[in-house]
């Protein structure tokens, strides 16, 4: 189940139509590619996918396309839940500690998740003003909620940061990770 929430970035990414060589990354899994950890439980993702992931969907279909920052409410009900992240507000400690414990016996990750999820952070915080503006937009669809996109963006970064920055040990080379991998290191947003 926490392959979900990477499959379905994948699919929606994917089916995005357009000229943006950004706009379809390929169809690769990245933790089939590398295994990072992640401290997300499997219950609480299969929940919040389970309530907000058709709006979280259209979301990412329009950022793919070249729209503007919205919020993906699956990320904010998973930053509700955890309390990690409030608005652009990041716990950093808190959540440097939850990837350090997921990442137990796994030292190697230790310096990846100390530089990675600060400097993701501060990437949030930079685009406070863009949030905003993207919060007064109206929704994709009349019944989504409108959340922010904050916790989205934070969650993305983080993903791509470890997988960017998998240690050797932890990365297996194939031309479909190595062609994410360059994917990742090209374009500017998740995959």
């Known amino acids: 189940m926490r392959n979900l929430i990477y499959c379905f970035v994948l699919l929606i990414a994917a089916n995005a139509i357009t000229a943006n060589p950004c706009a ?25 996918v389970g309530k907000f992931g058709e709006q ?25 839940t955890t309390g990690v992240i409030s608005g652009v507000e990041v716990n950093v400690e808190l959540l440097v500690a939850g990837f350090k414990m997921a990442a137990d016996g796994m030292p190697e990750w230790d310096p990846v998740i100390e530089a990675g999820i600060p400097e993701c952070a501060a990437m949030v915080k930079s685009l406070e003003g863009e949030f905003e503006k993207a919060a007064k937009l ?7 909620p409108i959340c922010h996109a904050g916790p989205g963006f934070m969650f993305f970064c983080t ?11 932890y990365y297996k080379a194939s031309p479909q990770c190595d062609a994410l991998k360059k994917y990742a290191d090209t374009c500017p947003l998740g995959f």
């Open 24 to 48: 379809k990354p390929p169809e690769v899994d990245p933790r089939s590619c590398c295994s990072f950890p992640m401290p997300l439980p499997e219950a609480l993702v299969a929940d919040c």
């Open 56 to 80: 979280s969907k259209r979301v990412m279909q329009s950022i793919m396309t070249g729209g503007p920052p919205r919020g993906a409410c699956v990320a904010e009900c998973l930053s509700n």
């Open 138 to 144: 109206p929704p994709l669809d009349p019944a989504d």
């Open 159 to 169: 993903v791509k940061t470890l997988f960017q920055s998998c240690p050797a040990k």
